[in-house]
């Protein structure tokens, strides 16, 4: 404790700079994966290309990506930019699929009916399917948040770890305590986080449950 | 008005949905597209509000090609109910109903007045407003779907088996409101189904579709009854066809006989005779035989009664069958005996109308 007690502000100030790098990919990622989801759910070729891409993406070692960015995007080994465009790579890859499925799972009879209606394909998918596949992205946001909140870590061995620089600087100088209460910021961290997107999850999908409950019922 | 000219449905694996349909559906008027699964029923109706292309010949809604129009802006003026309602699950009733107002660029307040004032019509509670549509039993959903169709008060409804997924008693219900319904707004509706009970009920007009999507027989609902065109009608239209067919000539000639009756709590007439026991507004009550005392309990329940206001000689004949007396009981518009009437009367009352049609 004695360690902890004596380094709060570099505690806190790591968890900060862990939270930056772990959302803004996060929401970069959510960004491109709908439209690209939505080209993936409008023909069996865009989604067969999508996700065998995005599943190609995801398998590329985390530590590989950080090392070989910088050759790529010409950017420094040590510019927190290609922590952020790794997570962002992550992210799309497993939100691409996410939002391909949640549309894929809107009803067609709602959409017709939407067509029927008079409205037209852009503001049909921004006011009836895209509001109606918000449960199913959210709970993919939250997988990837999660996994977001954790590969931060791993860019400690680069330069730019958030909480992860507690793991590389406790092991090089052998400060175990260190090491132990970086893992559990990380770990409550993720789970505050975890909780917030659920509950802003609930609040705006209030029929959701209600949808839910009257299926199970019938 | 609206006109099918030569319109022909093929999809690209080769089948023909629709052959060469040409029909004009009535302004102001239900017309009932009615046929066996794969008729092209349906399709003729999509064609109209183009979620189906049409192949071949046009398509006029008063007077207009449909094509002349954007796709859009024609569904925005075409109103839509269609099975299971398809209702959006994320929105309140009211943002349901609110959807072609909002569409056409109202704003909130007052398409959401207008939403509320179709609940009404519809016959739902304000308190439904803010509700959300997986609250809603399958009936009043649908009539959400109505009253959804009805917001931008669009000249023509097209309705494609709205009432198919509901219960039959919740059925009947939806179809006399959609009859009272269009008593009131006169629009020009088409009406898809596959229940040919449903279309003879429902439509001004009705036309038969069989497989391939051919127009066999396009008539009013009698009509379809006493003379079906071909064998495939007769068998579409199906059993007991001349017994329905009485649902539709007018009982307005249909004599009325004496009825004995006897009021509740009055001594029972002698004799072996039927007596019908009526209240002190002289409504029926049941039919009494070889009682003594006041009558007032050991009444024999009634059959149907007819109406002599709205009825026809098929509820004539029905009250005549089903009265344990063999005297039907017919009622003025208040529900008080008018007087009896037996089935020889209403078998008479054909034979004079079929004379008159043959002089016709």
């Not at chain 1, 891409?53 to 590989?64: D, F």
């Not at chain 2, 098929?314 to 009265?323: E, F, G, I, K, V």
Request: with cysteine; glycine share 12%; charged share 20%.
């Amino acid at each position: 404790m004695t360690w902890v007690l004596g380094n709060l502000p570099l505690i806190g100030s790591l968890t900060l700079q862990h939270l930056v790098f772990a959302l803004i990919p996060v929401v970069i990622g959510l960004v491109l994966a709908i439209p690209l989801g939505w080209l993936a759910n409008r023909t069996s070729f865009g989604r067969t290309v999508t996700i065998n891409v995005s599943g190609l993406l995801y398998t590329i070692p985390s530590l590989a990506i950080f090392v070989l960015l910088p050759a790529i995007l010409g950017t420094q080994i040590l510019d927190p930019v290609n922590i952020v465009v790794a997570l962002s790579v992550y992210t799309l890859a497993l939100l691409v699929r996410t939002v391909a499925d949640a549309l894929s799972a809107v009803p067609p009879i709602v959409v017709n009916s939407a067509t029927a209606m008079g409205y037209k394909p852009v503001r049909r998918f921004l006011a009836v399917e895209l509001p109606l596949s918000v449960p199913v992205v959210l709970a993919g946001v939250r997988v990837a948040t999660v996994s977001s909140i954790s590969l931060v870590t791993v860019g400690a061995t680069v330069g730019f770890g958030g909480l992860g620089k507690m793991f590389t600087d406790g092991f090089q100088r052998g400060i175990t305590e260190e090491v132990v209460a970086g893992i559990v910021v990380v770990l409550v961290l993720a789970l505050v986080i975890d909780g917030l997107l659920l509950a802003l999850g609930r609040a705006i999908t209030p029929w959701d449950r209600i949808t839910a409950a009257a299926g199970r019922t019938r | 008005m609206i006109e099918f000219r030569g319109v022909t449905k093929r999809f690209p694996d080769g089948t023909v949905a629709v052959d060469a349909l040409d029909l004009t559906v009535d302004a102001g008027k239900i017309t009932v597209f009615v046929g066996p699964s794969g008729c092209g029923k349906t399709t003729s109706l999509r064609m109209i509000n183009r979620m189906i292309d049409v192949s071949d010949g046009t398509i006029e809604v008063d007077g207009q090609d449909i094509n002349s129009v954007d796709a859009a802006d024609l569904r925005r003026g075409i109103g839509y109910v269609i099975q299971q309602a398809g209702l959006f699950p994320h929105r309140t009733i009211l943002d349901n109903i609110a959807t072609v107002p909002l569409l056409l660029g109202w704003n909130k307040a007052k398409a959401r007045r207008r939403a509320a004032e179709l609940m009404e019509t519809v016959g739902l509670v304000p308190e439904m407003a803010k509700r959300y549509p997986a609250q809603l039993s399958g009936g009043q959903q649908q009539r959400v779907g109505v009253a959804r169709a009805l917001a931008a008060d669009p000249p023509v409804l097209l309705m494609d088996e709205p009432f198919s997924a509901v219960d039959p008693v919740v059925r009947e219900s939806l179809q006399e409101e959609l009859l009272r319904l269009q008593g009131e707004l006169g629009k020009t509706i088409v009406f898809v189904t596959h229940d040919i009970d449903e279309a003879v009920k429902l439509g001004d007009k009705v036309a038969v579709f069989r497989t391939g999507g051919i127009l066999a027989q396009y008539d009013e609902p009698g009509v379809l009854l006493a003379r079906p065109a071909d064998d495939f009608v007769d068998n579409f239209v199906g059993r007991d066809r001349g017994y329905r067919g009485l649902g539709f000539l007018s009982s307005t000639k249909l004599p009325l006989g004496e009825l004995p009756t006897v009021a509740l709590g009055e001594p029972a007439p002698r004799g072996e005779g039927w007596t019908l026991v009526v209240d002190g507004e002289r409504r029926p009550q049941g039919w009494v035989r070889g009682v003594t005392g006041p009558v007032g309990a050991d009444l024999v329940p009634g059959g149907s009664l007819y109406d002599i206001s709205s009825g026809s000689l098929r509820s004539a004949l029905d009250a005549a069958l089903s009265s344990p007396s063999g005297q039907g009981v017919a009622v003025d518009g208040d529900g008080a005996v008018a007087g009896s009437i037996s089935a020889d009367d209403v078998l008479r009352a054909l034979e004079g109308a079929r004379r008159d049609e043959a002089a016709a």
